[in-house]
């Protein structure tokens, strides 16, 4: 028996997953910090015991020959086939195959998302008098079937697959792996083109298979699957993953600190044991900051910071954990909030506290009624500027207390220039431009423990930092629209 080859389509514009797609592939869209594509090879090398895959690429092809290479990082050999036409559809572009495949091959789409699956399983087949396989898994809801094919069984064969079907008269749902014989490729091209899409498409290719020779045979696909599609469809591939593997994520608490000695060791004692490291970065504090902090188990990073955001961002460049958690030293934030920031971490690249729900602010908090709605107008203002976006929801710009994962900051860690209070909204801001999915929730705010704070203490603290936000809020949008950020 040949060895088997791997095929991966990933060459479509993904233009139901915009904005995600203007400026990237869309099978290198990422999945708890791994591309869809790099998933989908890791499956195929380690399921299917594939060496050789050949990636169909056109939109963005070059993004996707840098990120693979030759693919000795994954461990298999990686060839290039450019679609010359990627409005002609999957089947042609298949097709172009034509003369390098001589055996048996295994196509796996590029933008779906498999967990937990039975895969390896499929090798037990390659034996059998099949002309195709089709990976179909039973599902319980209808759209799931219409936002794929349908197909209908008997005697345990295929005998008809309907692509994006209206009526649904079973539980089957085609997903997006298959196994191929070389005689596929004639099907291709007598299978006319679709006049629903205008393009051949793979599923009505396999039809024909099915209605003029036989031996369409089903593999019944076990585990989790979502078919990237559109951007619900990205969300809930990644809440999938991120659910699935979320016990084994660990966390990084990280605390910027200048002279907090009254506040630091009850904060670290209110953490302490919820968190996998908790990650002090003392602004040379001249007080007994750093020994209170080393005394309570935390990690003490000490050194010259310029001002908040620099230490922020020095904290979770060292931090060690998969989730940043981002809090202040003075105890006004607290760890009962923890859990309801984590839990949402698993829908969310970030989770942003807000400090402006009544309900949970504390009477001794420093939070007056013009710090309040100063915050609010200052976050509507950013939704109004990136509208387009289409969200978050946001009702303060400058709450510490928020979730990141350690992947999705690396991506948007070099637009990071803000070094004193305006990074707070600078982050909110990049993460919108970088298409990350943000989510607000209401947090406990408490009064501080000793001193006042530095950014809003007063009066004219709070004027100097409400106009530092602003200008770096009108800075960011006059350079996005002049397109001159670096992506």
Known sequence: MSELIG???????????????????????????????????????????????????????QQVMEQLGGGRRLGVEIKYIEIADIR???????????????TAFCVVLGDEVYLDSNHRQMLDLLRSDFEVICAIKEVHHPEC??????????EGIIISLVEKPGIIQNNYMGCGTYLFRPGIFEYIRKTPVSLRTGRVELTEVINLVASNRGGVYPFMLKGDYVNVNNVGDYSAAKYMVRSANFSKKTISLVIPAYNEEASIGYLLDDFQGKVDEM?????SSSDKTEEIAKAKGAKVLTGKFKGYGEALKFGMDNARGDILILTEADGSFVSRDLGKILEYMKDADMVLGTRTTKQMIDQAANMSFLLRWGNICMAKIIELLWLYKSEPRL????????????????????????????????MIIEAMRYNKRIIEIPVTYAGRIGGKSKLSGNIFAN????????????FKKFFDILGRYER
């Not at 869809?36 to 050789?52: A, F, T, V, Y």
Request: proline content about 2%; glycine content about 10%.
């Open 279 to 283: 990650l002090v970065v003392n602004n």
């Open 145 to 154: 079937i219409r936002k794929n094919y349908s197909v209908q069984l008997r």
């Open 88 to 102: 002609r559809g999957l089947a042609c572009g298949i097709l172009q195959l034509e003369h390098s495949l001589k």
């Open 7 to 61: 095929v991966i389509p990933a060459a479509g514009a993904g233009i139901r997953m915009l904005p995600n797609t203007v400026r990237m592939q869309k099978a290198l869209l990422q999945v708890d910090g791994v591309s869809i594509l790099e998933r989908n090879i890791g499956l195929m090398r380690d399921q299917l015991g594939i060496k050789l895959i050949y990636v169909l690429v056109g939109y963005r092809k």
């Open 395 to 426: 009702t303060d710009v400058g709450c510490t207390y928020r979730g990141i994962w350690k992947s999705d900051y690396q991506v948007i860690r070099r637009a990071l220039q803000c070094r004193g209070a305006a990074f707070s909204p600078e």
């Open 463 to 474: 004027i100097r930092t409400a106009l530092l936000m602003f200008g770096l809020v009108i």
